[in-house]
Structures are given as structure tokens and as C-alpha cells.
């Protein structure tokens, strides 16, 4: 089905042409439509447009009220102050436009004018190294990311740049080498290990490496040796090093997995994939003249990078002793995917702290060609978890916080939550734990999604899974409800969800479904603004004036008249839709009984 223009759209577009009208040479003109609490809308481009026509703005605004069409669209529009536009909708128009957005399976929202190829870079552990509360937010804000791009049409390419490959890999596989049981996949039982058991495997194993390397200089010289073994291809130490990977890779995908998030193997390509085209980065670079030597290194210079001394800081591409750095591995990472992908955008959810290093490596990519007008890189920065006293999120003991721990008393405590108001509604034990584990999951992802990624938020578990407020278990709460409604009514027999354009809507109902048709706007702005907290927002606030309505509204026994209560149907219907399809871009679930 074709998408459905929003109301403001079809607004918006009567006051322009009524606007061409008065003010012919004055060519396409923005009427600067927004939502109003004086009426259903306001534009207030006149004023500007008078100022440059020389003209008087409220006897302009008088002459463009005489020109708009009306037609089933407008109830009624009042020349305000020194010539803004009140507009009201007629109530037929927003049941009309809303019907018309419930029989499509998309709710209406348009697919993208020109979609392109997005590769989206998020979710990026280390090979050897536990998950900790720092690798939440681009795990979470990418895949949200991806589901909200997705839904507008465009082509996504989801890649993981796992930290795979780097000196302590040398360390490892030399310890491993002469500890060869240390990896053993089987458990005591013969059965695979479990995520918890490969990554305290890794653990045990990098603190006896370490503990080796700083007490034993010939194991020292034996395992800076094996990271030359590595770097020039050796069969067995690659053997070694690609189980560290495989034992990893159980650790992050049953991380994931408790995060609710798909990842595939095939878009886990991490600093490895690009050796082979490190050389050929640097020497492209060198031949163009955007980096030269300086001291041995390749190093590309910017105007306004500089020290604390005032001399120019430079990117890093290749160290004097001939080994590379990250800069290398991103640059030729951002060849790969627009020359073997095709991309026209990358997207790094990476942290704000960053920032500095994407800057010089995304300019630099401008200057050797591989970014232009056409293929743009921006950095989604994000900012820093922080504990209820407002420092960085730590342990007691001053420890980083395991990402895992954080989940599991997510779940925990999300599922009390829910026990507690299990024998009301008739949940089974199995539903308790499932739901458990949806609310504590959707707890975490929203309290971050709902914070714009480059400001910090406070992760307080307490507020998380609070029943009131801007929480995930509002909402899911939100969305449970209606469902009853919709049961119960079922039950009842005489009322199903109907759209009626012939009634008069209360101030409640009004609002609600003026809400509702802002959806697909809302999803075009996060995708093209890369801000899932928008999304976040609009759930909230449909979800407030849900409750409004359903406070001043009566739905299931509406008095007098049966198509009332049809109606209403009909909008808790429409909002249960919106609300579970906006959470599922969040990578949240909607259980329909909580």
C-alpha cells in the first residue's frame, strides 16, 4: 500500500500553495508549520516572508487565509498576533487519515524518497577481554540504529570491528602454545561450554599469560616473537590465535543473546580482516601527498589539530618500526566498505572520547577521494555510563562493572516486578520468567535509548524498571493494557474496533490521534538525525496521551451510542500498533499480558 500523507504534510502543503499565490515572485515558500497548544497547528513563515515582500504580515496573513482550500481538511483558521496561522483540523480528517494508516501494514510511513547502502559500525569487544558496561551503549543505540534505517527502506550492512589483533596476542599464543589444554571447548560433561565458562577460561588464562610475561624474561622474548610469528601469517600461531577468536565470539554472542540482539558470524570483521590492505592503504596515501614521513612515520597533518605545545598533532597511519595503528586498520576499513560494499554512509557508534581520532581519519579518507559529496562517514559519539552518584559506573571495589552482572540483576529484578502482579492478571511461571527477562532487557535498552547517545546518563536500576515515569515498563505496561481492553471487548461481543470519521472527537481522543499520525515523520527524523531517542520520546509521550484518554474516555462501555465505543476501539487498536512497532525499533518486546 502506498504510504499516507500526515496531516501537517497535507496542511502544510494548502497553506504553501495559498502562500505562491499571494506572494507569486516570491517562489516555493515554507509555511514553518509546527504542532500548537493555541490550536492543532501554527505556521509562522508569514512574518518573514512579509518582512521580505515589504509587505504587512497580518493583512498578508488575512490575504493567504483567503486562499487556503479548506475541503474536508481544515475546520478553521484565525490570523493571530502579527500574522501567525491558528489551524484546526476537522475531526473527520484525523479518523479519516488514521483509518487509512491502520490498513496498512507499515502504519502509513513512507519508505525513503532515494535509500541508499548504510554500513553501520557497533557492537565492537575485544578478542580475550570480558564485556563491561562500557560496550552497552554502542551495542544498544547501533541495533536500534539498524532496525529504524531498515524500516525506512534503506540497505544496511551490519559490522562488528571486534579488537582482534594487536601485541598481546603474542603473549597469549606463546602461553597457550606451551599450555595447549588451557582452550579445551568440552566442559567436564562432554557438552560445549557456556559463554560464563569460555570467558573464564580467557580470564584464568591472560592472568596466568600476564603474570608469565612480567616474572620470566625468556617467555617475554619468546612471546615478542610469536606477535612477528602472527603478523607475517605463521599457520600454527594463526591456529592459535583464531581459537581465541572462537572462544571469544561464545562469550559475545551469549551476551548478546541475553541482550536480546541477533549477531551474525559474517558481520564479525574485525581489525584482522583489513591486514591484507594495510600496505596498500599507506602507500596510496604516501603517492598522493596526503601523508608524508615525519620521523620515520607515515603521518597525516591538519591546520587545527595541535598539541599542548602548539606543534601539529598528526594521525598516525604507520609507526617508525614499521607496524601499524588503528588509523591504518579504520582507513582501510573505510575502503573496503564503500569499494566492496558499496556504502553511501557510514555510521560509527562509537564513544564521544573518540571523537578526535574519527575526525582526522574521516578528513583524511575526504582528502585521498574515498569520502565525498556522495559517501558520507559520521560518528554516532555516545557518552559515558555513570553510577547514581554521577561518576563513571564502577563496583565497590573501584572495578569496571561486568556487562553480564548488570543484565542478570536487570532480569532479576524486573521479574519481581512482574511476579508481583502475576496472580492478578493469571500468568503462568514460565510467563513470569519470560516476561521477566523482556521487561529487565527493555529496562536497560530504553534507559539508554531514551537519553540522547552523546549526553551521560545515570544507570539506576531502581528508576529502570519503575512502573511510573519515563521507563520501558510504562510503556510495555501501556501496551499490555490495551491489549486487555481489546480481549475484554472480544469477550463482550458487541463492540470491535471501527474507525467512525461521522463522529465529533473529545479533546482526548483528538490529541491521541493527532499524535498518532506524527509516526512516520518521527521515524523519517531519527533516521536522518541518527537520534533513537526521538523515538523514545514519542512512545512516552503516545503512551501519556493514551492514558489520558483512556481516563476521560470510556471504551469498552461508552455511553450512548455503540459506535462510540467502536471508535475508541479503533484508537487503542491504532496505539497498540504504533506503540509495539516503535519498540521493536528500539529492540524492545511488548508481552501482551503483564
Excluded at 73 to 85: A, K, N
Excluded at 259 to 272: A, C, N, R
Excluded at 502 to 531: N, V, Y
Aim: hydrophobic letters at 40%; charged letters at 25%; a negative charge.
Amino acid at each position: 500500500m502506498a504510504s499516507v500523507p500526515s496531516l501537517a504534510s497535507s496542511v502544510n502543503q494548502r497553506v504553501a500553495d495559498a502562500l505562491a499565490s499571494a506572494l507569486p515572485d516570491a517562489g516555493a515558500s515554507d509555511p514553518l508549520l509546527r504542532r500548537s497548544d493555541r490550536a492543532d497547528f501554527q505556521a509562522n513563515g508569514i512574518l518573514a516572508l512579509a518582512k521580505k515582500a515589504k509587505a504587512n504580515p497580518r493583512e498578508l496573513a488575512t490575504t493567504v487565509v483567503e486562499g487556503i482550500e479548506t475541503g474536508g481538511l481544515i475546520r478553521e483558521i484565525e490570523v493571530s498576533g502579527p500574522g501567525f496561522l491558528n489551524i484546526t483540523i476537522t475531526d473527520e480528517a484525523i479518523i479519516e487519515t488514521l483509518a487509512a494508516r491502520a490498513a496498512d501494514d507499515r502504519l502509513g510511513v513512507p519508505l525513503a524518497a532515494k535509500p541508499g547502502t548504510t554500513v553501520i559500525d557497533y557492537a565492537q569487544p575485544n578478542v580475550a577481554k570480558e564485556m563491561h558496561v562500557g560496550h552497552l551503549r554502542s551495542a544498544v543505540i547501533g541495533a536500534a540504529m539498524v532496525e529504524i534505517l531498515e524500516f525506512t527502506g534503506e540497505k544496511v550492512v551490519r559490522r562488528h570491528h571486534i579488537g582482534d589483533w594487536g601485541t598481546q596476542f603474542g603473549m597469549l599464543i606463546q602461553y597457550l602454545l606451551e599450555h595447549p589444554h588451557e582452550l579445551d571447548h568440552k566442559a567436564q560433561d562432554g557438552s560445549e561450554v557456556s559463554g560464563e565458562e569460555a570467558m573464564s577460561n580467557l580470564n584464568r588464562l591472560y592472568k596466568a599469560s600476564r603474570t608469565l610475561f612480567d616474572s620470566d624474561e625468556e617467555f617475554k622474548t619468546r612471546a615478542r616473537a610469536r606477535v612477528v610469528d602472527l603478523q607475517a601469517g605463521e599457520p600454527e600461531t594463526l591456529a592459535l590465535w583464531q581459537r581465541f577468536v572462537d572462544e571469544s565470539k561464545i562469550y559475545f554472542y551469549s551476551v548478546f543473546n541475553k541482550l536480546d540482539m541477533d549477531i551474525q558470524d559474517p558481520d564479525v570483521i574485525g581489525e584482522s580482516g583489513y591486514n591484507d590492505m594495510l600496505v596498500e592503504t599507506c602507500k596510496l596515501l604516501e603517492d598522493s601527498g596526503v601523508a608524508v614521513r615525519s620521523n620515520g612515520a607515515l603521518c597525516v597533518f591538519f591546520d587545527d589539530v595541535k598539541g599542548q605545545d602548539g606543534n601539529p598533532t598528526p594521525l598516525i597511519v604507520q609507526k617508525s618500526d614499521g607496524g601499524f595503528g588503528y588509523a591504518a586498520t579504520d582507513l582501510s576499513a573505510i575502503r573496503d566498505r564503500v569499494g566492496t560494499l558499496g556504502a553511501t554512509e557510514l555510521i560509527y557508534v562509537v564513544d564521544a572520547r573518540q571523537s578526535l581520532h574519527f575526525k582526522m581519519v574521516f578528513e583524511t579518507a575526504r582528502r585521498a577521494g574515498w569520502l565525498n559529496d556522495e559517501v558520507k562517514a559520521v560518528q554516532l559519539a555516545f557518552g559515558t555510563v555513570l553510577g547514581k552518584d554521577g561518576k563513571p559506573f564502577k563496583t565497590r571495589e573501584g572495578e569496571t562493572v561486568r556487562l553480564v552482572d548488570l543484565l542478570d540483576e536487570a532480569v532479576e529484578r524486573a521479574t519481581a516486578v512482574v511476579r508481583e502482579k502475576a496472580e492478578k492478571i493469571g500468568l503462568s511461571e514460565e510467563e513470569i520468567v519470560e516476561n521477566g527477562q523482556y521487561v529487565g532487557i527493555g529496562a536497560v535498552k530504553y534507559a539508554d535509548l531514551s537519553t540522547s547517545a552523546s549526553r551521560d546518563y545515570k544507570f539506576d536500576l531502581d528508576q529502570m524498571v519503575s512502573l511510573t515515569g519515563d521507563t520501558s515498563v510504562y510503556l510495555q505496561y501501556a501496551y499490555a493494557r490495551i491489549k486487555s481492553i481489546l480481549r475484554k471487548a472480544g469477550e463482550a461481543g458487541d463492540r470491535k474496533p471501527v474507525a467512525h470519521p461521522e463522529l465529533e472527537l473529545a479533546p482526548a481522543e483528538r490529541a491521541l490521534g493527532l499524535h498518532l499520525d506524527q509516526f512516520g515523520e518521527l521515524i523519517a527524523e531519527a533516521a536522518a538525525e541518527h537520534a533513537p531517542h526521538k523515538v523514545a520520546a514519542y512512545l512516552y509521550q503516545l503512551s501519556s496521551l493514551f492514558a489520558t484518554f483512556y481516563e476521560q474516555c470510556p471504551v469498552v462501555k461508552p455511553e450512548p451510542e455503540l459506535v462510540v465505543g467502536e471508535n475508541r476501539l479503533f484508537l487503542c487498536e491504532l496505539t497498540a500498533r504504533t506503540l509495539s512497532k516503535g519498540m521493536s525499533l528500539l529492540g524492545i518486546r511488548t508481552p501482551e499480558k503483564l
